[in-house]
């Protein structure tokens, strides 16, 4: 970094794109002794979206990389990002949020599929001698931004200035200002149970209307929106940012709704989890998880893209242990497109 770059603003990575129609969301753990590999990668992504998204620059191709509690420690030295912590599971007395292994994220996203499966192609040529894919679900827009379930799904995520408000770290970590934290769960929809409702039942879970998505003038206290509406301390909303993706497997009857929400603290999206699973007062849960069950729960933080490109140095203790693997084959000279480090 030089000394004309401190004065310019930290710029976050692409978690404010507008919503797209197509995801892949993609969990790994990192294997022992990958660091070093793994950090030359990261460093790369800006430069893979480049690469892949300017062949459509329409496509609006985003590719945001993110870092769990643990792996950030094996990663980096220095100062730590003041929210990171492991996925703290919710236990309620009927449904759990259940924490799952999660060193990396990588959320995808683009207009079309092609553009998603074509970064996410470059960036396991680069990671997989060096982590273990622990969940890959590639994600698609519904009719009318509907999920599975039928209703609309991200009326009420804030935009503008309360969007970027929502999700950037400030001057309370000004160490880390511009970056973001990240939740992902994967939910499976029990359909059956789901489609034994009327749609006026249903409504009631949700606390919208299904065909024209007006909130209901009488929120039952259990439903999704009620629960989901959280005032600070100085009366207003808080607010994360989500951007939920359907998906499926309809030969195995899998109908899910893989949820990721992006804060400024992970403290918003935990209090939401809480109020769903527990209940304020306790047993008042979101009556949406009668339908729908997690199976995974993480937490990432998600740095700046500056942090990605120029690094603080490794964890000492690793600088000097063994020696990983160099990255693999298909790198960026391979492709012949020249280093794809970022070029500033
Ligand atoms: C099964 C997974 C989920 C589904 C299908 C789902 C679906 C929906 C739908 C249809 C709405 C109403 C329209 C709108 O987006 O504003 C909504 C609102 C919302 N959901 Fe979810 N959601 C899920 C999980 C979650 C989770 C886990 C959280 C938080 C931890 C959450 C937080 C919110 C918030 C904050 C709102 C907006 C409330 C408002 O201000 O009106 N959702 N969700």
Excluded at 171 to 179: H, K, R, T
Aim: some cysteine.
């Amino acid at each position: 970094m030089t000394s004309e770059d401190a004065a310019v603003p930290p710029v976050p990575q692409p978690v404010l794109t507008p919503l797209t129609a197509s995801a892949i969301f993609l969990v790994m753990t990192m294997r022992p002794g990958a660091e070093a590999a793994v950090r030359e990668v990261l460093a790369e992504v800006p430069a893979l979206q480049r690469t892949v998204g300017f062949r459509v620059p329409e496509g609006r191709l985003a590719v945001v990389a993110s870092v769990g509690s643990d792996a950030f420690d094996r990663l980096y030295a220095g100062p730590r990002p003041a929210g990171l912590h492991p996925f703290r599971p919710v236990a309620g007395d009927k449904h759990h949020a259940v924490a799952t292994p999660g060193d990396l994220l990588f959320h995808i996203r683009a207009r079309h599929m092609d553009q998603c499966f074509e970064v996410t192609t470059l960036l396991m040529d680069r990671l997989r001698p060096f982590v273990d894919v622990v969940d890959e679900v590639h994600g698609f827009k519904f009719f009318e931004v509907r999920d599975l379930l039928g209703f609309v799904d991200g009326t009420e995520n804030p935009t503008g200035p309360a969007a970027e408000a929502a999700v950037t770290v400030g001057s309370e970590d000004p160490a880390f200002a511009g970056a973001s934290y990240v939740i992902v769960q994967k939910y499976i929809h029990d359909l059956g149970a789901w489609n034994a409702l009327d749609s006026s039942e249903q409504e009631r879970v949700i606390g919208r209307t299904k065909l024209d998505n007006v909130e209901l003038a009488a929120l039952p206290p259990n439903s999704h929106v009620a629960v989901n509406t959280l005032t600070g301390p100085g009366g207003t909303q808080l607010q994360i940012l989500r951007d939920n993706m359907p998906f499926g497997n309809v030969g195995k009857g899998e109908f899910g709704t893989y949820y990721i929400a992006y804060s400024a603290s992970p403290a918003v999206t935990e209090a939401m989890l809480t109020r769903m699973f527990v209940g304020d007062p306790p047993g008042n849960y979101d009556r949406i998880l009668d339908f729908s069950t997690a199976l995974t729960g993480s937490l990432f933080f998600v740095p700046t893209t500056g942090f990605l490109e120029n690094p603080p140095p490794a964890p000492a203790a690793r600088a000097s242990g063994p020696q990983p693997a160099q990255p693999p084959a298909r790198s960026a000279e391979s492709l012949g497109i020249g280093s794809l480090r970022g070029r500033s």
